[in-house]
């Protein structure tokens, strides 16, 4: 009986070791993923404001005895002259007991600062600070979007529907709407006349619209400047 249980305790000993060098062997490969990881990420180091970077590795062989972290011995460097949306880091361990070398693959995308809906909202909904949130979405998602100033958007007004989540469109909101009562503005050197009026037309900061004098009845063209003003030159 003896001899029997000293096979049974060696088989469940090399059991164990068995299990605990394949976790070995996925530690490891998580950790060269991360290396690849960082060193993509380390290329960027002066991003600007609302501009950031995430770095997607691709899987390193998990059954692989990497004979550990190869800690003072790893390198890494890029294939390649230049940052790309797909790029392939070659990471080295030089440890003369143990030394290998791993290709990993690591994908890139660009976010930008953006501005989202906090909750649904519904059409005409005069937008408040509790309607938006700041997010980041993909750089070519933005370009189509291109509104990250909160500040223009609160007080502005919505011309349609937009979901939880979704980032405000140029096109879904007026700063000024038409029917709203403005401020008409005219400035020359130190000369500065002000009138009321009424918006014919909707428009963002920056819109050129048609505005009616309330007191000629006089229709003018005016430049958004703000939520209740229309600059004019004469």
Known sequence: MQ?????LSAVLIMGLSAAD?????EEEAAFLELVAKQYILAQFPNLPEGVKIEATPGS??????????????????LQGREIRTSNTVKIVCSHPDNPYS?????KI???????????????????????????????????SFGVTDKSTLIGSRLKRDIREGSVFAPESFCVICKGDKVQIEAHKGTLSLKTSGLALEDGNVGDSIKVQNTRSKKTVIGRVASHDTVLIDF
């Open 3 to 7: 001899p029997s249980r000293f096979i």
């Open 21 to 25: 060098q394949v976790l070995a062997n």
């Open 60 to 77: 390193v062989n998990p059954d692989k005895d990497y004979g550990g972290k190869c800690s003072g011995y790893l390198t890494a460097e």
């Open 102 to 106: 791993v290709y990993v693959p690591v």
């Open 109 to 143: 995308e660009r976010f930008i600062a953006s501005i989202a809906a906090a909750r649904d909202l519904n059409k005409g909904t005069l937008i408040g600070p509790e309607d938006i949130v700041e997010t980041y979405v993909p750089d070519a998602r933005q370009n």
